[in-house]
């Protein structure tokens, strides 16, 4: 049992380039989120998943895609880095829907826009 | 909207001294609160979550939160600091829905020998 797992652990991006972050979790969890964190910002939410083949955007959904076309992973997509998306992303996921349910986080993804 | 805020961005405790970090929510329904440890280069865990069963919730590490009604409030205490409480803790609601979790912007602990 891995928990949540997110590759790559670590990237170089020049300004303009592409990229996707992927997420997998094994345990069947149907909700699974995306943020990032910044310094002094806390965690903020880019977007989100309450099942596979749905999407919602979060806080800070701008200048990224997202896609959940199986249950276990989900994927964030940078069609076009640019410095203001340096920053360290982290995946979540969690039981549908109560609210008092935990949210189980991966080792998170450590990304350099130049 | 749901927020939450942590007052002190940074609190340095000596060994064996209280901890006391603290966090103020907003929310116009009865919130659901976390507290989350993030260690160095790692992801967060949850300490302990408040769910209305009990104002008095305890985590692991030794670490227990109060949920105050009156005082919006959620803070994190922990009677003996220990080397390992070396982190940053965030703070968090979720919204009614259950499908977004606000967190506050983290305060670090130092715990100086």
């Known amino acids: 049992n891995a928990g949540v797992t997110q590759t790559p ?10 990229m996707t972050l992927l997420c997998a979790q094994d345990m069947n969890h149907e909700y699974m989120y995306w943020y990032r964190q910044d310094p002094g910002m806390g965690l903020r939410l880019i977007h989100y998943s309450v099942g596979e083949g749905t999407t919602a955007k979060g806080e800070v959904p701008d200048g990224y895609n997202v896609s959940r076309l199986k249950k276990q992973n989900f994927l964030l ?3 076009s880095a640019a410095p203001s998306q340096t920053s360290v992303y982290f ?10 349910e935990t949210q189980y986080f991966g080792p998170g993804t450590r990304l350099l826009v130049l | ?10 609190v340095s ?7 006391l970090l603290r966090c103020n929510y907003s929310s116009s329904v009865p919130p659901y609160l976390f507290w989350y440890v993030q260690y160095p280069n790692q992801g967060l ?3 302990l979550k408040y769910t209305s069963a009990a104002t008095l919730v305890k985590g692991i590490n030794g670490f227990e939160a109060e949920f105050k009604k009156s005082e919006t409030s959620f803070h994190l205490t922990k009677p003996s600091a220990h080397m390992s409480d070396a982190a940053e803790y965030f703070c968090a609601v979720s919204d009614y829905s259950g499908n977004q ?3 506050g912007t983290g305060t670090s602990l130092t715990v100086i020998p």
């Not at chain 1, 652990?9 to 303009?16: A, D, E, H, I, M």
């Not at chain 1, 995946?91 to 109560?98: D, H, L, N, Q, V």
Request: aromatic share 10%; proline share 2%.
């Open chain 1, 9 to 18: 652990k670590f990237r170089v991006l020049k300004t303009g380039q592409s």
């Open chain 1, 77 to 79: 997509g940078l069609e």
């Open chain 1, 91 to 100: 995946c979540a996921s969690s039981y549908p829907g109560r609210q008092q």
């Open chain 2, 1 to 10: 909207a749901q927020s939450v805020t942590q007052l002190g961005s940074h």
């Open chain 2, 13 to 19: 405790v000596s060994e064996g001294a209280l901890v």
């Open chain 2, 45 to 47: 865990q949850l300490l």
């Open chain 2, 101 to 103: 979790f606000y967190f």
